[in-house]
Structures are given as C-alpha cells and as structure tokens.
C-alpha cells in the first residue's frame, strides 16, 4: 500500500486577515455567550481565511450536543478542511480522525488519516504538548500494523523514538514496552533497547530494597541513568512523589 501523493494546499492567507473578525467572535462566544452574534463574525473570519476561526466554528458543528449550532459533520469537516489546508495543526488532528474513522461525509481512509497526522505534528503550535507525544505514537502504531501504510518497523522505531524524546514518563514506558514487545529483534534499534533494559534492570536488582525507585521522580533519574531519553522537566515538576511500580 503506497501513502497518498501530497495535497495541493491553499495559499495560506495572511494570519491578519480575519483576525478582527475572529477576536470579536471569540469574545461574543465566550465571554458574551451571544452565539448568534458571534456565529456571523465566525463566518466572515472563515470567509477572509482565518484558520484558527475556520476551526473554532468547525467545532460548532461537529457538537453533537447543538449548543450552539445544529450538528452537521459535513460542515465540520468542510470548515476543518479549510484551516487544515492553511496549516492548522489541530484541524489537521481532527481531519485526521474523521478520516480514520469515515465521518463527516468521507469514505474511511487510513492511508489519508496518517497524511494528515503527520502534517499535524509539522505545524505543533495548535497542539498541546502531551498530545503532540500522543500523535507520535498513533503513527508509529500505523506503521508497525501496516495501517494506511505498508508495514515498516524502521518508521515505526522513528516515530516510537520521536514519542519517547517528547512525552512524559508514563507514555514513555508504554511505548517502550509495546515497541519491545512488537518490534523485529534483529532491529539495530531494538538491540540498543535489549542493551539499555538489560544495564537498567541490573542497576535496579542490586540496589538495596529500601533504595529501589518507587516513584515517577525515581524511576526518572534511573532511567535517565541508564540512557533512556526522558524530559525530566516535564516529569519531575508535577510527577515526582507519584508511586510508579514499573516495571
């Protein structure tokens, strides 16, 4: 299965145009609660190429709730289409999904939803940061089942790499953990993740009990120890004294 040819994109527009309208309805939207205000400059901010607003009021639509809009998924994907095309990161995601799963109109195609994940994590700015890990993963799990693509162990190590170098711990275990599980062993990788679990688990035996690591801030500094690339900034700030009885 060949990965889809790239999308001949729209020109984006300049990030000013719209932005007076799309502040103004963001204000209207959340602040005001005046909805149907707040929908007409939604539409005039979509209409200059605003791609932050094409996916706000994307949103509208895809709520199945209908608080503030009837639900139309077609109109949602048309809109998130549009500010995926202008390179919004976040409606490149949810353009992605709907592809994955076949709503908003579109026929399933998995080889579209991996384009456009991997456009998402080009433009990350729209993203938030434990979700940019998450996408990581998502492709380097379609690469290793061979899901939109053909099957690729190397690619898969990539992106598993790329996730682990920017997630925090937890994500980073399951992931290690999954791709040695999965992963061909005659892979260069996972012969250096054989070699670094291996000095690791060793480190941890000889360790007196009442010295083996018991939480994330712990089990941080040992895995740093041993090689495993892991930002303890993000982990230790918030997680440090969580229990964490991995392995």
Not at 10 to 21: D, L, N, V, W, Y
Not at 218 to 242: A, D, I, P, Q
Request: net charge positive; proline share 4%.
């Amino acid at each position: 299965m060949e990965e889809p040819k790239k999308i001949a994109k729209t020109k984006p527009r300049s990030m000013f145009a719209g932005q007076k309208e799309f502040n103004q309805a963001q204000l209207l939207e959340f602040v005001h609660h005046d909805y149907e205000t707040a929908r007409r400059f939604y539409e005039k901010a979509c209409k200059a190429g605003h791609p932050m607003a094409q996916y706000q009021y994307g949103l509208w639509f895809a709520d199945v709730k209908g608080e503030r809009i009837k639900p139309d998924e077609i109109k949602a994907r048309k809109l998130f289409e549009a500010s995926a095309e202008n390179g919004h990161g976040i409606a490149q995601v949810a353009l992605a999904q709907m592809y994955e799963t076949g709503r908003g109109g579109l026929k399933q195609d998995e080889s579209m939803a991996l384009y456009w994940y991997k456009e998402a994590v080009k433009n990350p700015s729209s993203i938030a940061r434990e979700n940019i890990s998450n996408i990581y993963n998502k492709i380097a799990f379609m690469y290793m089942e061979g899901v939109g693509t053909m099957k690729d162990v190397n690619k898969a190590l990539k992106w598993f790499k790329k996730a682990e170098m920017d997630s925090n711990l937890s994500q980073t275990v399951q992931s290690l953990l999954e791709t040695l599980a999965k992963v061909n062993p005659g892979a260069p990788r996972q012969r250096e993740a054989d070699r670094r679990w291996g000095v690791m688990s060793d480190y941890v035996d000889k360790l007196p009990q009442d010295e083996k690591p018991k939480t994330f801030g712990s089990w941080t500094k040992v895995m740093k120890k041993c090689g495993y690339g892991v930002h303890e900034e993000f982990v230790l700030k918030t997680n440090e004294n969580t229990p964490c009885n991995f392995p």
